[in-house]
């Protein structure tokens, strides 16, 4: 059973770039979530897809981000015209759609540096 | 206000001992969740154990186990007889509300230090 999986695993990027990251959630799974982990915080919660619905954004996603999960499968992370506080590591989860538990269940996550 | 608070910000543990790394959470709904989790330097987050806030008995998994006291509003970790594997952060989060879906909101983190 092959777990989430997230690309790339780094970026550098220079700041206004744009760039888009890529999660693919376990099969199985329809519930998938973004969050943001800045150096020496827990991870924050930035959105939530329930199939290829978006149902929660956070307010930490501003309007140079955006989510999509087209086919209710993978997801992608864009965010537009990069700023240095962009800087983070972006966490993708995903959790199975049966259960009350509701484990999410991380992927190695995206290291994005802005320069 | 700290939905959830790990005051702990390194903690330092020989090898095969016993340790206790804290959490604890504030939420005024009834029903909710409470999860720890591993990271190791590689930066992916682990699920490690759950324990719902119905649950009568304290929940185990292998070597960690979760000391629930509800009316202190503490969910600690307990990892017995610690690898050097071990050595990693961890992170206390809780999912408010019985709705699935929901966001998990994470402490701060203790950093584990395992020795030979």
């Known amino acids: 059973d092959t777990g989430v999986s997230q690309n790339p695993r780094h970026k550098i990027t220079k700041r206004g770039q744009n760039v888009t990251f890529r999660c693919d959630p376990i099969?199985?799974?329809?519930?998938l979530y973004w969050y943001r982990q800045t150096l020496g915080q827990g991870p924050e919660f930035l959105t939530y897809f329930q199939n290829e619905a978006q149902l929660e954004k956070s307010r930490l996603l501003s309007d140079r981000f955006s989510a999509e999960r087209p086919k209710g499968s993978f997801s992608t992370l864009e965010i537009q015209r990069t700023e240095q506080g962009d800087s983070a590591m972006y966490l993708c989860?995903?959790?199975?759609?049966?259960?009350?538990?509701?484990?999410?269940?991380f992927g190695p996550g995206t290291r994005l540096t802005v320069l | 206000a700290q939905k959830i608070t790990q005051t702990q910000p390194g903690m330092f543990v020989q090898e095969k001992e016993a340790v206790t790394l804290d959490c604890t959470y504030d939420?005024?709904?009834?029903?909710?969740?409470l999860f720890w989790y591993k990271q190791p330097s590689s930066g992916e987050m682990i699920f490690l154990i759950y324990q719902g806030s119905y649950d009568q008995q304290n929940a185990t998994e292998g070597r960690y186990s979760l000391n629930f006291q509800k009316a202190r509003k503490s969910a600690n970790l307990v990892i017995s007889a610690s690898q050097l594997g071990d050595s990693a952060m961890y992170f206390c989060a809780m999912r408010e509300g019985a709705q699935a879906g929901t966001a998990l909101i994470f402490g701060k983190g203790t950093t584990l230090s395992v020795s030979s």
């Open positions: 099969s199985e799974h329809n519930r």
């Open positions: 989860a995903s959790s199975p759609s049966v259960g009350f538990i509701d484990t999410q269940y």
């Open positions: 939420t005024s709904d009834p029903s909710y969740g």
